[in-house]
């Protein structure tokens, strides 16, 4: 059993960064994949950013590439994005997820622990 909290999301004007955190308790966390989702409203909860359990493979959607990065410390079992130009588009709740498996997952079926979701405003 794992649990995840999220933390680190706000109020940022455009352009500007932020970095999100998830703690996650259990003894599994650095044999999973993690990965980041976002959920705004009216929309579908999609992939952000996923990494593989030794962190050596992540995966970007296409609308953050360039921008987010994501990392884990399997030390402190805790996963990061690092959020830079930031968008009004950017704008959602944003959650962390384990994998059921070690891989840098993009299908939201993979994952089967979710934490609450930090909320990410951009705006002016």
């Known amino acids: 059993q794992l649990q995840l909290i999220e933390s680190g999301g706000g109020l940022v004007q455009p352009g500007g960064s932020l970095r999100l955190s998830c703690a996650v308790s259990?003894?599994?966390?650095?044999?999973?994949?993690m990965g980041w989702f976002r959920q705004a409203p009216g929309k579908e909860r999609d992939i952000v950013a996923a990494?593989?359990?030794?962190?050596?493979?992540?995966y970007y959607a296409d609308s953050v590439k360039g921008r987010f990065t994501i990392s884990r410390d399997n030390a402190k079992n805790t996963v990061y994005l690092q959020m830079n130009s930031l968008k009004p588009e950017d704008t959602a709740l944003y959650y962390c997820?384990?994998?059921?498996?070690?891989?840098?997952?993009?299908?939201?079926?993979?994952?089967?622990?979710w934490g609450q979701g930090t909320q990410v405003t951009v705006s002016s």
């Open positions: 997820a384990a994998g059921s498996g070690s891989g840098a997952y993009t299908e939201i079926r993979i994952y089967d622990y």
């Open positions: 259990g003894r599994t966390f650095s044999s999973r994949g």
């Open positions: 990494i593989s359990r030794s962190g050596d493979s992540t």
